[in-house]
């Protein structure tokens, strides 16, 4: 690129800073062109071998411009005229809209004791059953304040903004139970968030996470056209054993829910839970 070119990108406001390994901090990185695209550049870090998207844009942008509303419908389209046999419905998507899971719910009354649990990425604030105390974190304005409205009716509270910030304000060993459904993925300081959670948890308390698997068969099959790629809204690409390190690095255990058909499925479900040291 020459300088002019390089000035008029910046200028333009299009020219993002790149960022280190969210796992490691190592500045070193591989490119990996099948994955990427001209403007978004996933890359595997040469020291773990994390994979992430190395140019997001900065988190003001991703909020109003980049918003997952937005770029879900960009993404649609995108795959269904590269490969329409492989275009599905984003689940992470429909969670967040609110679409209703009574499986889920029954799989929070299984793993949660009684008590205070907070959704991470809540949505519209609907996703945490009684008998349990809701509490949110949501970016999203709008369906912050319905998150907001609804919880406080039942004794809890939305807080809204960067789910790596919102949830330091919360007391240590605060809640019985912590879901993190669709929203790891979206976050640049994952290390970060994931160790608020062993903080806030009780000590026997109990984190859900669900995110997508870049080690399933269906993203070594389908490379580019995988269903858990959406540029740029996904900026970190876990397997079960990245997602491990990082959690352990938190301080906490990870266990996957369906070790046998994991490989299989497009997403990790598992069960995260402070360590005893911490
Ligand atoms: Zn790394």
Redesign the pocket.
């Known amino acids: 690129m020459t300088a002019a070119a390089a000035h008029a990108d910046v200028s333009a406001g299009v020219a993002p800073a790149t960022r280190a ?1 969210p ?4 500045q070193e990185s591989r490119a990996l062109p099948r994955y990427s695209t001209p403007r978004w550049q996933i890359v595997e ?1 040469a ?4 994979v992430f998207l190395r140019n997001p844009p900065v988190y003001e942008r991703m909020v109003e411009e980049f918003a997952w509303e937005k770029t879900r419908v960009v993404e649609r389209q995108r795959r269904k005229e590269a490969r329409p046999t492989l275009m599905q419905i984003d689940r992470g998507t429909r969670w967040r809209l609110g679409a209703f899971k009574p499986q889920r719910r029954d799989l929070y009354r299984s793993l949660f004791k009684p008590g205070r649990v907070l959704d991470v990425g809540c949505g519209k604030g609907r996703h945490v059953p009684p008998p349990f105390v809701p509490y949110g974190i949501e970016i999203s304005k709008a369906l912050y304040e319905k998150a907001a409205a609804h919880m406080a009716k039942r004794g809890g509270q939305a807080i809204h903004g960067p789910a790596s910030e919102a949830i330091a304000t919360f007391p240590d060993r605060y809640f019985s139970g912590v879901v993190l459904s669709s929203v790891v993925e979206h976050e640049l300081r994952p290390l970060q968030l994931l160790s608020h959670v062993a903080r806030v948890l009780e000590k026997d308390g109990k984190a859900y996470i669900r995110l997508p698997n870049f080690g399933s068969f269906n993203r070594v099959l389908g490379g580019g056209h995988w269903c858990g790629f959406r540029h740029p809204d996904h900026v970190n690409y876990f397997t079960t054993n990245s997602l491990r390190s990082m959690a352990a690095d938190a301080g906490l255990a990870m266990k996957l829910l369906h070790p046998i058909r994991t490989p299989f499925d497009d997403n990790i479900n598992a069960i995260l839970t402070p360590m005893a040291k911490h």
Do not use: S
């Open positions: 390994c796992a490691c901090g190592g870090c020291n773990c071998r994390f």
